[in-house]
């Protein structure tokens, strides 16, 4: 049983080749792509929307030099957001829920910001290991205490991406086989944990888009402090 729960998240491989990077391109593919026409459809329509108030949450309290982030930023939340919802269809493998992806983008995105910010201006940014009117005799050890939150950053926004979703899909899992098993024995119950399953359903779907969320507006906190 515990490893059915989890075979879900196992990487699919056809013929010793992993399926990840098509599970990752394909869903670009879906996108509307925009047109020479003077007016757009509505899917390409509710797209810049959603981009555009996004986007502007997100930058609004970033200095202008930080706007341009603005492109990759906006792309990584599509990317999440796509990544988390089709996860949830069947048949279908979410790459987010890997902890190795998930670190990957963060550690790489963090460490950009950390290297704009030590060119930029690292006496700012180094400002940060120490808070403003800590004691003398602190110093040294709040210096190393803001160092090691400084480099558990990208472990967090990594580890809670991935335990979000994992937490999510295990969740439906169970509910799922246990109104499978009551619908012959119990169907009335069945029932009800067939309308659970539904909001369950719902849930995860607004859990992936706000994961998404959250794990680009952190990003953006990371930034406004480098910039």
Not at 16 to 22: F, T
Not at 190 to 205: D, K, R, V
Request: net charge neutral; proline share 7%.
């Amino acid at each position: 049983m515990t490893l059915s729960l989890f075979d879900q998240f196992l990487s699919p491989v056809v013929c010793w080749i992993p399926l990840v990077a098509i599970a990752i391109t394909l869903p670009w593919i879906l996108f509307p792509s925009p047109t020479t026409r003077w007016l757009n459809n509505r899917n390409l329509t509710s797209q810049n929307w959603f981009l555009s108030q996004a986007t502007s949450q997100i930058f609004l309290p970033i200095n202008p030099p930080g706007h341009k982030w603005a492109l990759l930023l906006s792309s990584l939340l599509i990317f999440l957001a796509t990544m988390n919802t089709a996860g949830l269809l069947p048949y279908t493998f979410t790459p987010t829920s890997q902890l190795s992806i998930n670190m990957g983008l963060a550690g790489a995105l963090w460490m950009g910001v950390v290297i704009l910010g030590m060119r930029t201006q690292p006496t700012h940014s180094l400002g940060h290991l120490l808070p403003e009117g800590a004691p003398a005799l602190l110093t040294p050890i709040l210096v190393i205490i803001e160092t090691i939150s400084l480099f558990i950053r990208p472990i967090a926004l990594g580890v809670r991406l991935t335990a979000n979703l994992t937490a999510g899909h295990l969740l439906i899992q169970l509910t799922s086989t246990a109104t499978l098993a009551m619908l012959t024995i119990m169907p009335v119950t069945a029932i009800f944990t067939g309308i659970l399953l539904f909001l369950l359903a719902l849930l995860e779907a607004a859990v992936a888009l706000i994961q998404a969320y959250v794990f680009v507006l952190l990003l953006s906190l990371y930034l406004q402090e480098n910039v």
